[in-house]
């Protein structure tokens, strides 16, 4: 059972350039999340995901899109990565209920030059 | 809506010593109440929350909170403070009903505890 897993772990992109970000669970949970951490701001959410084939924007969702096409898999791409996305980014999941708590992943630190 | 105040950016305290990191909620509704730890270069693990029943939460690794309704608090403690202690701690907050399943973080409180 490796819980929640995240690639890459790290990455460098120059201005412009695209990349995605991949997440998966092995835990059949129905919810996932993607957050970003940067200093000073503890955790922002970008998007996430109720269900297989559903996302909905969070807090800070400009420059980024998702996909959830399975269940076990949520996708974080940006499409012309800028210097302001360089961060800390975590996703996350969880069964159906609010009062169930998050699995994270590990993190994946981007740098945008 | 919902919001989470943790007070202190920072917590110091003596190993051996009792430790408190603070955090304040705001919830339309009654709340269910997360605390979080996150050690350096690793994700967030859950230490305990609280959904209802006694106001006494206890968690992992010898932590507990208190959950405070005429406060509104949920504050995290312990003991005897360790070392190892030492980390980025999280609250959170989701409203138990007729809201958002999307919890709120606080902006979290970096424990630092002295040999």
């Known amino acids: 059972n490796a819980g929640v897993t995240q690639t890459p772990k790290f990455r460098v992109l120059k201005t412009g350039q695209s990349m995605t970000l991949l997440c998966a669970q092995d835990?059949?949970?129905?919810?996932m999340y993607w957050y970003r951490q940067d200093p000073g701001m503890g955790l922002r959410l970008i998007h996430y995901?109720?269900?297989?084939?559903?996302?909905a924007k969070g807090e800070v969702p400009d420059g980024y899109n998702v996909s959830r096409l399975k269940k076990q898999n949520f996708l974080l791409g940006l499409e012309s990565a800028a210097p302001s996305q360089t961060s800390v980014y975590f996703c996350?999941?969880?069964?159906?209920?609010?009062?169930?708590?998050?699995?994270f992943g590990p993190g994946t630190r981007l740098t945008v030059l | 809506a919902q919001s989470v105040a943790q007070p202190e950016d920072q917590v110091n305290v003596a190993e051996g010593n009792p430790l408190t990191v603070k955090c304040t909620y705001s919830?339309?509704?009654?709340?269910?109440l997360f605390w979080y730890v996150q050690y350096p270069n690793r994700g967030l693990q859950f230490l305990l929350k609280?959904?209802?029943?006694?106001?006494l939460v206890k968690g992992s690794y010898g932590f507990e909170a208190e959950f405070n309704k005429s406060q509104t608090s949920f504050h995290l403690k312990k003991p005897s403070a360790l070392v190892s202690d030492s980390a980025l701690y999280f609250c959170?907050?989701?409203?138990?009903?007729?809201?958002?399943?999307?919890?709120?973080f606080g902006r979290g409180t970096s424990l630092i505890v002295h040999p």
């Open positions: 996350a999941s969880s069964y159906v209920g609010s009062y169930n708590e998050q699995f």
């Open positions: 835990m059949n949970h129905e919810y």
């Open positions: 995901s109720v269900g297989e084939g559903t996302t």
């Open positions: 919830v339309s509704g009654n709340p269910y």
């Open positions: 609280y959904i209802t029943g006694d106001n």
């Open positions: 959170a907050v989701r409203v138990a009903s007729g809201g958002s399943y999307i919890p709120t």
